[in-house]
Nanobody, 128 residues
């Protein structure tokens, strides 16, 4: 069983930056694909970014060029560096882990069904 804990959320002005972290308890973290999703009030949870176990990154079109996902396997942690933040980025951000350890097509990582474990989320609020 994997436990995920997000941190780094907060209030930031438009154009600012935040770095989210997700710490995992699993012993085989390096074999997990990791994803970030977000959910704004009244909206569906949406894909933000993912990084495979082979460290290939994937991004939603809405965040390409602004967000960067990375991982540090030695620390069992995945990061989401968010730059040039917009009010539309305001949401609760969740990290998720996929333990399947297989090669996947890119679209796989944008689906919530692909992930076995989820964190509790961290709030990101971007003021205009």
């Amino acid at each position: 069983q994997v436990q995920l804990v997000e941190s780094g959320g907060g209030l930031v002005q438009a154009g600012g930056s935040l770095r989210l972290s997700c710490a995992a308890s699993g012993r085989t973290f390096s074999s997990y694909a990791m994803g970030w999703f977000r959910q704004a009030p009244g909206k569906e949870r949406e894909f933000v970014a993912a990084i495979s176990w082979s460290v290939i990154p994937y991004y939603a079109d809405s965040v390409k060029g602004r967000f960067t996902i990375s991982r540090d396997n030695a620390k069992n942690t995945v990061y989401l560096q968010m730059n040039s933040l917009k009010p539309e980025d305001t949401a609760v951000y969740y990290c998720a882990a996929d333990s399947s350890f297989v090669i996947r097509r890119g679209s796989y990582y944008s689906s919530q069904r692909s992930y076995d474990y989820w964190g509790q989320g961290t709030q990101v609020t971007v003021s205009s």
